[in-house]
């Protein structure tokens, strides 16, 4: 059974940071591509980031080019999304989500994404 677990999210300020984690188990970890996604209040999810499976391709949405950072630890089966420079429109429901097809271009539509957190909360105060 896949589960996808989310931590790291909060309460911040304003420019301020966050990093998340996403913790994988009940797949082969290395053989997916991981994209975070989030879901403002009121709002459809959205795509976020993505990596493909080795970490060598990496994919931004443009709202957070620049400011945020995906990255991944195989050894530990484990994705991370680093929140930089964080502004209140950013407050969101972050999601990860793990894809198996292994392929390039990196998917950016949540429906193309099979398994899925239960997401964490950040919250930006201005």
């Known amino acids: 059974q896949v589960q996808l677990v989310e931590s790291g999210g909060g309460l911040v300020q304003a420019g301020g940071s966050l990093r998340l984690s996403c913790a994988a188990s009940g797949l082969s970890f290395s053989n997916y591509a991981m994209g975070w996604f989030r879901q403002p209040p009121g709002k459809e999810r959205e795509f976020v980031a993505a990596?493909?499976?080795?970490?060598?391709?990496?994919d931004y949405a443009n709202s957070v080019k620049g400011r945020f950072a995906i990255a991944r630890d195989n050894t530990k089966n484990t994705v991370y999304l680093q929140l930089n420079s964080l502004k209140p429109e950013d407050t969101a429901v972050y999601y990860c989500?793990?894809?198996?097809?292994?392929?390039?271009?990196?998917?950016?539509?949540?429906?193309?994404?099979?398994?899925w957190g239960q997401g964490t909360q950040v919250t930006v105060s201005s």
């Open positions: 990596i493909s499976w080795r970490g060598a391709r990496t």
């Open positions: 989500a793990a894809d198996g097809t292994l392929r390039i271009p990196l998917r950016t539509s949540p429906t193309e994404y099979p398994y």
